[in-house]
């Protein structure tokens, strides 16, 4: 079974940056797509970035675009989020996830941005952003 690990949150100022990293433990990473969601508290979980397994496609929510940018080291068994030009409005638990469905690629774009298409989370990570 994959276990999913989130850290590198904390507390900034608006304006600075955070790399979050998203570890796996228990199988190979490489070969699933990884999504990156985030939720703050009383709202739904809601897609920032996705990464193909093959690291080819990355997709983003409009409110990140040009801001934070998805990979994948697969030699560290890891996919980080950078995370520039930070705003209050990003504060928000982040959480990475997979679908535990090797080589998946989903049939639509979309499909990335849903929270349904994925099945195993990691515990989240706090980050919050102060004007």
């Known amino acids: 079974q994959v276990q999913l690990a989130e850290s590198g949150g904390g507390l900034v100022q608006a304006g600075d940056s955070l790399r979050l990293s998203c570890a796996a433990s228990?199988?190979?990473?490489?070969?699933?797509?990884v999504g990156w969601f985030r939720q703050a508290p009383g709202e739904e979980r809601e897609f920032v970035a996705a990464?193909?397994?093959?690291?080819?496609?990355?997709y983003y929510a409009d409110s990140v675009k040009s801001r934070f940018t998805v990979s994948r080291v697969n030699a560290k068994n890891t996919v980080y989020l950078q995370m520039n030009s930070l705003k209050p409005e990003d504060t928000a638990f982040y959480y990475c996830?997979?679908?535990?469905?090797?080589?998946?690629?989903?049939?639509?774009?979309?499909?990335?941005?849903?929270?349904?298409?994925?099945?195993?989370w990691g515990q989240g990570t706090q980050v919050t952003v102060s004007s």
């Open positions: 996830g997979i679908r535990d469905q090797p080589y998946y690629t989903p049939i639509s774009a979309s499909d990335y941005r849903s929270s349904v298409e994925y099945n195993y």
């Open positions: 990464i193909s397994w093959t690291g080819g496609n990355t």
């Open positions: 228990g199988r190979t990473l490489s070969v699933y797509s």
